[in-house]
């Protein structure tokens, strides 16, 4: 699994011009699922999520997570995060999962996350057409890959 967080201070997904989700001040979460991916990964990237601590203390130093801050994460599912663009300059997205691997494991994983936040995780629609709007607040942006801990 892999995700892109973005810190922002508000982010919203729309379809066909109606919004779909919408935050304040939290964490955009786009995620894209690989094959091999397990509940294991999916444990594992919710809690480095949850536990990560990129939001200001009172002394303006990143040291709280999205436990201690309160904000929300809206999730957007993103294959092309798995994009190989090693030969020519069409990317290819092989190494992504299809929907009937994908779709599961994101739905658990949008559960896990509201599971653990204690409330209602808003999401775009896997595989719509969707416009993401956000405003990054730092810029803070992470990419983690649960093949790849680094």
């Known amino acids: 699994m892999r995700t892109v967080l973005q810190r922002v201070s508000h982010a919203s997904v729309s379809i066909s011009g109606e919004k779909k989700g919408e935050i304040g001040h939290g964490i955009l979460c786009l995620v894209g699922v690989h094959p091999e ?3 294991a990964d999916l444990e594992w990237m919710v809690k480095k999520i949850c536990n990560l601590r990129i939001f200001d203390d009172a002394d303006g130093v990143m040291n709280l997570s999205i436990l201690d801050h309160g ?3 809206l999730v957007v599912s993103q294959f092309t995060l798995f994009a190989s663009t090693k030969k020519g ?3 290819s997205y ?3 999962a ?3 691997i994908a779709i599961p494991l994101y739905e ?3 559960a896990m996350l509201s599971e653990t936040l204690q409330r209602p995780v ?3 629609e896997f595989g719509a057409d969707m416009q993401v709007e956000l405003v990054n607040d730092g810029p803070v942006t992470i990419i983690i890959d649960s ?3 680094e």
């Open 71 to 73: 904000g929300n994460i």
């Open 89 to 91: 300059n069409r990317p």
């Open 122 to 124: 808003p999401t775009g």
């Open 37 to 39: 991916d397990t509940e």
């Open 98 to 100: 299809g929907p009937e």
């Open 147 to 149: 093949k790849n801990k």
């Open 108 to 110: 658990r994983f949008v």
């Open 94 to 96: 092989i190494k992504a």
